[in-house]
Structures are given as C-alpha cells and as structure tokens.
C-alpha cells in the first residue's frame, strides 16, 4: 500500500456500547505508528438507523480508516458497505475474536450489546473501592485505613492520589498518606497490619521539576522555598525511604513509571499477599485518567494528580453523607 503523506490521519471509532474496547485497542495500535497522529472521531452507543446515519455522514466528510464493534447484523452490513463503496478500509475488533471463540467452543455468541457493562457484584465492588477510596484520599480519615487493601505512602508529587483512584477502579480499596519530613507518621499508619502498604519516591530531579510545572500551571507562588529545593528535595525522599525500610514496607520508584506501571507492581505486590482481592477490569475513567502519557511525559504526573485530586474533592461531600 502506497505511503500516504501528512502527519496525521482520520480514524472513526464506531461502537454500540460505550467504545472502551474499541479506543483502547485502537490507540494501542496507533501507538505504534509514531510520526502520524489519528484524529479520533468516537461514536459510543450506535444502535439505530438514525445513529448510523450521522456517522456515515461525518465518515464521508473526514475519510479514514473506520474500526467498529457492533453487533447488529443490519448496522454492520450497512456500515462495511459504505466503507467499500467510499474505498475506505473497515475492520471488526471483536469480530476475529468471536469467531474465534464460536469455532473453537461450538456454540454461537448471545449478541448482548455491552455484555461486559452489568450491574454485577464486580461492578458495586468498584464502586464501593471508589467510595473507600475517595474518603480516604491525603491522609484523611485515618481511623479507618485498617479496612484498606492498600495504602500508598510518599512525599507530596509521587503520584498517590492517581495511583490511588487506578486501583480503586480495579476494586482494590486504597487510602494514601503523605510523608512530611520532620512530622511524626501517624500512629494509626504504623500499626496497620491488614492492608499491604507501599512506599511511591522519585528522583528529586523529577519532583522537582513536577512541582515547578505544579506552580506554574496554578500560576502561584510556593512560599516556602524548599519545596522546590533540590537538597530540601533530597532529604524528603532520604527520609521517605527510611521510613518504608524501618517498617519492612516495599517501596516503587515512580521516577519515569506511569501510573498503569506503578499499579501493575503494586498489584503483583498485592498478588504475593494471602487473600488478595480479585482484581476488576478496567473501565472507561481509568483509561481516560492516563491517556496521553506519552505525549506529555514530562509533565503528566502533575496533570493527573490534580485531574484526579479536583474529582476526589468535587464528589467528597456526597460521598462522606
């Protein structure tokens, strides 16, 4: 096939259900493409005539490549056709998958649209790990952090609270504690003896420069100049980790980690433990709370932790009634 030029091309994202399987197999896979970027045109909860209508419309305008997952009969034929008279390429995701599956199980598929989105014990486990998880974001609630699975120490940007909400929306109930140097650890912290708790440091070079974006971003001013002090810096991490290392807490290195990469250690930590929670899949908050990671690898820490710290705090009074 004959190299197009430019640097970025259209990609439709046709989907019946929410589209969280369809974008994350397709950004996946244009990840790899990396001196063209997709321009993402999604359309969730196609399941009518009239809804496939508009999407033919804005394919024709915007020509690309058109990945689907649906899976009426009517609605595919017509979209695959539309597709092959504007000789554009159209590709099921799950399809392959499904036939698959059928060959080698012998029986047909029940054609449920969103069959992996059901109101199951799995689902109300998630949100009562969010629920747990909000309440117990930056040292609050101290008191109940016996009931936690997980509960995340470290120095203030080290990514606790993002990490904290990944893992909650894998069910796993997570609290996170800052670490202050010169302040005494709380004493319900060190006598936990439940949950798994794990220590996030970073590079000082690396917090750092997130807390200079940090206050650039929240156009402030810090008054105190150690917290943007590389030596200051230097003795909050020493003490950080002393502090996992005097209490046998594992401790993960979140300097070039994203925050995927920090849960998946935390979970194969938690994994090791007797009685580990079963793990939920993920859904579509968490996709959206990383995406981009690589695009802005330098700044995404910042980024997330006050996307995720502004949604903790907007739901807290709700979620504490």
Not at 1 to 27: C, I, K, N
Not at 94 to 119: I, K, M, W
Not at 121 to 147: P, V
Not at 195 to 209: C, F, H, K, M
Request: hydrophobic share 40%; aromatic share 6%; net charge negative.
């Amino acid at each position: 096939m004959p190299q197009r030029a430019g640097s970025y091309f259209h990609l439709h994202l046709v989907s019946d259900a929410t589209g969280e399987t369809l974008t994350t197999v397709a950004r996946a896979a244009t990840a790899q493409y990396t001196k063209v970027l997709p321009v993402e045109h999604v359309y969730p909860l196609v399941r009518t005539q009239k809804q496939l209508d508009r999407v033919l419309a804005e394919i024709e305008e915007s020509p690309g490549i058109v990945l689907y997952t649906l899976l009426d009969d009517e609605l595919l034929r017509r979209l695959e056709k539309h597709c092959r008279e504007l000789s554009l390429p159209c590709l099921s995701i799950l399809g392959p998958v499904l036939q698959l599956l059928q060959s080698y199980l012998g029986t047909e598929t029940s054609h449920r649209v969103g069959a992996q989105h059901t109101l199951n014990a799995e689902y109300f486990k998630r949100i009562d790990a969010l629920n747990y998880t909000m309440l117990h974001d930056d040292g609050q609630h101290l008191e109940g952090l016996e009931e936690a699975d997980v509960v995340l120490v470290g120095v203030s940007r080290t990514s606790k609270t993002p990490t904290s909400i990944y893992l909650a929306n894998r069910g796993v109930k997570t609290g996170n504690v800052p670490v202050v140097p010169g302040v005494e650890v709380p004493r319900y912290v060190e006598a936990l003896s439940r949950p798994l708790v794990v220590g996030l440091y970073a590079s000082p070079e690396r917090i750092v420069q997130i807390r200079q974006n940090r206050l650039l971003g929240l156009k402030a001013h810090h008054v105190d100049d150690q917290y943007i002090d590389r030596k200051a810096v230097a003795e909050e991490v020493a003490f950080s980790r002393k502090l996992c290392a005097r209490h046998n807490w594992p401790s993960i290195d979140v300097t070039r980690r994203s925050i995927e990469e920090t849960a998946a250690a935390i979970m194969a930590l938690l994994a090791e433990r007797v009685g580990a929670p079963e793990l939920a899949p993920v859904n579509d908050y968490t996709i959206a709370l990383v995406q981009g990671v690589a695009e802005h690898a330098d700044d995404i820490d910042r980024l997330l932790a006050e996307q995720a710290h502004g949604w903790v705090l907007a739901r807290m009074p709700a979620a504490a009634s």
